[in-house]
């Protein structure tokens, strides 16, 4: 093919998911569909947007945090009045959770972003097979009231770690896309951030 006759073709991904296509150099601009990102190199991932997950937080019913070993934190979200109630290894623990605690936490899931998406999936997925970290959100749909709620799943795990220091960059995984993604450690710790108040704490 020669420089004369051959065209550039741009993609872009916008905050909704849907995908956009134009020639370099002409004005118009096209929606196409999604599996047009397959057949174009891993670069395309570098300028994808970095939103994982989007949702109204009025439509959250559910958090359950389950780090390493430990019991799995559920934490019950009530939006007519933002209250929250839950359970921990099988106790009730509704006194004691930190409101505020939990609300950073659920701001922060219903925009989640991620630093990159991964251009190695193969190493995150299998790093993923066994997540120090999943949480759990089991979401309503606001335009069917009665429904039946959706939950979506995220796994982390670490991405590289030193001996004897806390690793830098973790893997994620969104249910079972196929795209993972990368957070860093000040993300992933405030998704592992304590919810429930000390002895004492008002």
């Known amino acids: 093919m020669t420089k004369e006759s051959s065209r550039v073709?741009?993609?872009g991904q916008g905050e909704q998911g849907v995908i956009s296509a134009k020639y370099r150099g002409e004005p118009t601009i096209v929606q196409v569909s999604p599996f047009m990102l397959s057949i174009s190199?891993?670069?395309?991932?570098?300028?994808?947007?970095g939103r994982v997950l989007s949702a109204n937080m009025f439509a959250?019913?559910?958090?359950?945090?389950?780090?390493?070993?430990?019991?799995?934190?559920?934490?019950n979200y009530a939006s007519l009045n933002a209250s929250w109630s839950g359970t921990l290894a099988g106790q009730d623990i509704t006194a004691r959770i930190n409101s505020a605690a939990a609300n950073q936490l659920l701001n922060r899931l219903v925009?989640?972003?991620?630093?990159?998406?991964?251009?190695?999936?193969?190493?995150?997925?299998?790093?993923l097979k066994n997540p120090t970290l999943t949480v759990q959100l089991l979401l309503t749909d606001l335009e069917k009231p009665g429904g039946e709620p959706r939950p979506v799943l995220l796994t982390f795990a670490p991405a590289a770690s030193v001996p004897g220091q806390?690793?830098?960059?973790?893997?994620?995984?969104?249910?079972?896309?196929?795209?993972?993604?990368i957070v860093d450690r000040a993300t992933y710790e405030a998704l592992t951030a304590p919810m429930l108040k000390v002895d004492g704490e008002q």
């Not at 190199?41 to 947007?49: A, F, N, V, Y």
């Not at 925009?111 to 790093?127: K, L």
């Open 166 to 181: 806390k690793p830098t960059l973790y893997h994620g995984r969104m249910n079972d896309e196929p795209d993972t993604f």
């Open 111 to 127: 925009n989640f972003d991620a630093v990159e998406w991964s251009t190695n999936r193969t190493a995150a997925i299998e790093a």
């Open 41 to 49: 190199p891993p670069e395309t991932l570098k300028w994808r947007s």
């Open 9 to 11: 073709l741009q993609f």
């Open 60 to 75: 959250v019913q559910r958090v359950v945090v389950a780090e390493g070993t430990s019991p799995a934190l559920t934490l």
